[in-house]
Antibody, heavy 124, light 112 residues
Framework: EEQLLESGGDLIKPGGSLRLSCAASGFTFSTYAMTWVRQAPGKGLEWVST????????YYADSVKGRFTMSRDNSKNTVYLQMHSLRGDDTAVYYCARDVLKEGTSYHYYGMDVWGHGTTVIVS | DVVLTQSPLSLPVTPGEPASMSCRSN???????????VDWYLQKPGQSPQLLIYLGSNRASGVPDRFSGSGSGTDFTLKISRVEAEDVGVYYC?????????FGQGTKVEIK
């Protein structure tokens, strides 16, 4: 079964740092881009960052650019979100999701079809 | 950035009846491939979002065929042919044509 399991959420003071992890299982991890999406309390969904399968391309929302760094370790089937200079408006549930599939030189998009249960970050 | 506007924001529904919601974009989401780069997600209460429709009209694996997506360019619609009680939650459209990806504000579906 394809699964994603986030961890690392915590209560952290403003200005602090935190690293989130998302461990994947049940699929060929390195062939998929991965994405972080967050949801502030009582609010909608916000795209945060996407990383390509081999990690060569990374994209960020303006709200986190320069403060957050997304990375992956394909030997561990895990993606990370390193967060620095945390602010109150970073308080949210952070979800990771499976994204674009790359097969050979072709890209296939079937939606963000696998999501984790989320991990909670509270900046206060 | 692409702005997605969903309507209505709240949708009371009757089980067994159809339901429809809209997602409008301030820019065309039609890719040169001919696909519209918009997805639909449902977030049931207390759960993670789940994919319903990708690239405008493609139903995701395991999604009941009562859900359908349509539209092109800037106007998109998600329809539920016969609402069931388990369909309650917030429905989000999301564009994947451009970075940053953006979501609509959501349509909350509740049983009347």
């Amino acid at each position: 079964e394809e699964q994603l399991l986030e961890s690392g959420g915590d209560l952290i003071k403003p200005g602090g740092s935190l690293r989130l992890s998302c461990a994947a299982s049940g699929f060929t991890f390195s062939t998929y881009a991965m994405t972080w999406v967050r949801q502030a309390p009582g609010k909608g969904l916000e795209w945060v960052s996407t990383i390509s399968g081999l990690g060569g391309h990374i994209y960020y929302a303006d709200s986190v650019k320069g403060r957050f760094t997304m990375s992956r370790d394909n030997s561990k089937n895990t993606v990370y979100l390193q967060m620095h200079s945390l602010r109150g408006d970073d308080t949210a549930v952070y979800y990771c999701a499976r994204d674009v599939l790359k097969e050979g030189t072709s890209y296939h998009y079937y939606g963000m079809d696998v999501w984790g249960h989320g991990t909670t970050v509270i900046v206060s | 950035d692409v702005v997605l506007t969903q309507s209505p924001l709240s949708l009371p529904v009757t089980p067994g009846e159809p339901a429809s919601m809209s997602c409008r974009s301030n820019q065309s989401l039609l890719h040169r491939s001919g696909s519209n780069y918009v997805d639909w997600y449902l977030q049931k209460p207390g759960q993670s979002p789940q994919l319903l429709i990708y690239l405008g009209s493609n139903r995701a694996s395991g999604v009941p065929d009562r859900f359908s997506g349509s539209g092109s360019g800037t106007d998109f619609t998600l329809k539920i042919s016969r609402v069931e009680a388990e369909d309650v939650g917030v429905y989000y459209c999301m564009q994947v044509l451009q970075t940053p990806r953006t979501f609509g504000q959501g349509t909350k579906v509740e049983i009347k």
